[in-house]
């Protein structure tokens, strides 16, 4: 078989390849669906480790509230390090924000300084302080169906868009059943890395797809500009 033949053949199965692999998947494949919009920012008086304020607008952010015990959480962001972070940091503007109550802050610091162990580039992690009252206010504008526990945080994390808009699985899959699903257990690598790690795939598939678009019709106005510019001095 020679080499045009080979090329033909793959450009012919890689379509039915793609379509088969987003056939497979158990929700939609091509978009994930928006649980809420027009969610509240970050508020700006709340510091990262930095001294600097965080925001989530812009960004494709997983938005945690790890919550005091220390003990318990360190297990759980080393999870979300290996299986998110380190698999989508190579993404521009995807970023973790950890709200984290006031006091904790050279814990976070030790936090970090273990991550650097197996992770060269954390820039993306930002833990942001404040009150726990302002934690428990802040994490209620979302209408999240879960709750903060006593040591107001939750094993729970959220991805959160560019637009503000909470991101998650809702309505029927694709073989048919209902599903709803607002966050993601940092408990479980397993569910991190299979059912986080597909979502944050879909949401950045999204915007790379709209890019594409984006620079597409900037091309064709481009060369529709150019077009007139040259007819006229013809004429």
């Given amino acids: 078989m020679n080499k045009n033949k080979i090329i033909l053949i ?5 379509p039915i390849v793609i379509y088969l692999i987003f056939a497979s998947a158990k929700h939609n494949s091509l978009f994930l669906p928006v649980i809420s919009k027009n969610n509240q920012d970050v ?9 600097k ?4 607008e812009d960004k494709i952010t997983v938005l945690g509230f790890p919550g005091s015990n220390i003990a318990e959480i360190k297990g759980n962001l080393f ?32 936090i970090l300084r273990k991550l650097e162990s197996v992770t060269e580039d954390l820039s993306g992690w930002n833990f942001v302080f404040t009150t726990p009252d302002s934690i428990q206010q802040y994490y209620n504008t979302f209408h999240f169906v879960g709750q903060l526990d006593q040591n107001h945080g939750t094993p729970a994390v959220y991805i959160i868009d560019k637009n503000l808009s ?14 709803f699903k607002e966050s993601y257990n940092t408990v479980s690598a ?12 879909i949401l950045l598939r999204e915007y790379r797809l709209a890019l594409k678009k984006n620079d597409k019709r900037k091309d064709e106005f481009r060369d529709k500009i150019t077009e007139e510019i040259e007819s006229g001095i013809n004429d």
Avoid at 43 to 51: I, M, S, V, Y
Avoid at 53 to 56: W, Y
Avoid at 87 to 110: A, H
Avoid at 190 to 201: I, R, S
Wanted: charged content about 30%; glycine content about 10%; overall charge positive.
């Fill in 10 to 14: 793959i450009l012919f199965a890689l």
């Fill in 43 to 51: 508020p700006f008086q709340w510091k990262t480790l930095e001294g």
């Fill in 53 to 56: 304020s965080a925001t989530l």
């Fill in 79 to 110: 999870n979300l390090n290996q299986k998110i972070y380190n698999k989508y940091f190579g993404f521009k503007d995807f970023q973790m924000v950890m709200v984290m109550p006031k006091g904790t802050e050279d814990n976070c610091k030790q």
């Fill in 166 to 179: 909470h991101r998650g699985r809702k309505g029927k899959n694709k073989i048919g059943e209902e599903e």
């Fill in 190 to 201: 397993a569910e991190l890395h299979n059912e986080m790690g597909d979502d944050v795939k």
